[in-house]
């Protein structure tokens, strides 16, 4: 029996959250909310209905809906995603705009340059990439499957010319210094119960989880940035909402100047960073 649209979005309600019926539905009908008003008493075709049946399902175990559509919104555009990279969050919006607040403009000191630490579906430096012309990037991870999903970003969103490396941190990294340096690494105590919670059940662990209470991988491109900035360049660090304290107690120690931290629109001290040292 065929099931119209408007008496599928009512019984996916009943399931899931409203707004994710509705995406869940968009995304199968490849049409837009004034499509599926405008069309509610048309009805589904069985094949559009088993697709739309089986996320709902998916959904209601807690599979993330960025995962079932394999897209996220981030910074105005959309990417794709999928469970080898983290959902883009919007979070860590506040690093892009502080790398294009602190990177030079062409012209001043030849091309500006930037690299991403961990660069997951590439939506930050694709992003800034995007937002300024005559940009060198770099976007470097350790997992082969996310720089599959990196590149096909870049591809599908016609981006200047990034270099995608794998590599654990710094260590395939030629000698290069940037203007700014920047990462959203792994900072999740592997005890935290948040990780038993939403999406984040679903998500990579090796995108969240961090040795030492949570700090290994902070506290080794704190350790080591230095070599690849320039003398006016910048470290930027997303961290957890209790960790910039220590971010700016282990810029400081590491030399950084200017350390400081920047609040996200909910007020949480997000991001932490400094200049290069002297």
């Known amino acids: 029996m065929l099931i119209t649209v408007q008496a599928a979005l009512i019984q996916a309600r009943q399931r899931v959250a409203p707004l994710d019926a509705r995406v869940l539905l968009r995304h199968v009908l490849q049409c837009s909310d004034a499509f599926i008003i405008a069309h509610a008493d048309e009805s589904l075709t069985q094949a559009e209905a088993t697709v739309f049946e089986s996320l709902i399902q998916r959904r209601v175990k807690g599979e993330p ?135 984040l059940r679903f998500e990579p662990r090796l995108a969240l989880v961090a040795e030492d209470g949570g700090w290994a991988c902070l506290e080794k491109i704190i350790q080591r940035a230095a070599t690849h900035l320039k003398p006016q360049g910048w470290l930027l660090l997303e961290h957890g909402f209790e960790q910039a304290r220590g971010c700016r107690e282990r810029l400081q120690a590491s030399g950084f100047r200017k350390v400081q931290s920047w609040t996200d629109l909910a007020g949480i001290e997000r991001v932490s960073g400094g200049l290069c040292p002297v």
């Open 65 to 199: 809906v960025a995962y079932l559509t394999g897209v996220r919104e981030f910074y105005g555009r959309d990417f794709t995603v999928t469970a080898d990279v983290l959902i883009p969050r919007p979070d860590t919006e506040l690093l892009v705009s502080l790398a294009l607040e602190h990177l030079p403009f062409a012209g001043t000191v030849g091309h500006p340059s930037i690299l991403e630490l961990g660069c997951g579906s590439g939506c930050v430096v694709l992003s800034i990439a995007l937002e300024r012309e005559g940009l060198e990037a770099w976007g470097l991870d350790l997992s082969d499957e996310a720089l599959v999903v990196a590149r096909e970003n870049a591809l599908r969103l016609k981006a200047p010319s990034v270099q995608w490396l794998k590599s654990d941190w710094f260590e395939a990294l030629p000698t290069i210094r940037f203007d700014v340096v920047l990462s959203n690494p792994p900072y999740i105590q592997k005890e935290d119960g948040h990780l038993q919670q939403g999406d």
